[in-house]
């Protein structure tokens, strides 16, 4: 996600709180581990790692006064009771648009790594963060014995041979 939002020119990335999930999930329960400690801890190591800065943004979220539904007639507009309050609108856009404008909204905090003026990203670490160099640089061709199709060993650039 770093990669995309480095190449997209976003100056953060952001991910939704625990406290979102919570009023997004409501009686099913959020994925507790996940939003409270699992991408909490990640986001803290991949700031210490990448030299990196996190932090909170304000976001601005629609509450679910309005509710964007799929029918087999289209997309309809729903209160917070879940009753219709529209047509069905042919594009789920039209839909969400009209939610907006009819809707109410609150701000929140969610977590930030701010990633502007970052060093161009050439490669990931396969597992883990792994040290700082390793993002910044292009990764070497990797020789390797890779088996033939006839039972012979000869050597690879590490691309899987090709099948006849």
Do not use: C
Request: charged share 15%.
């Amino acid at each position: 996600m770093i990669w995309w939002a480095q190449r997209h020119g976003l100056d953060g990335l952001a991910w939704s709180s625990a406290e979102l999930q919570s009023a997004r999930w409501r009686a099913y329960g959020p994925p507790e581990l996940l939003y409270r400690t699992l991408l909490p801890e990640a986001g803290q190591s991949l700031a210490a790692a990448l030299g990196l800065r996190l932090d909170h943004t304000d976001l601005v979220v629609r509450t679910g006064s309005r509710q964007v539904v799929q029918s087999k007639k289209g997309w309809s507009v729903s209160n917070q009771q879940g009753v219709p309050i529209t047509k069905p609108f042919r594009a789920r856009e039209q839909a969400e648009w009209f939610a907006d404008q009819t809707g109410e909204f609150v701000t929140i905090k969610v977590p930030v790594l701010w990633i502007q003026g970052m060093q161009t990203i050439r490669s990931i670490p396969q597992y883990g963060t792994g040290a700082n160099g390793q993002w910044w640089t292009q990764p070497s061709a990797q020789i390797q014995s890779v088996m033939t199709n006839d039972g012979n060993s000869k050597q690879g650039n590490g691309h899987a041979p090709s099948i006849k």
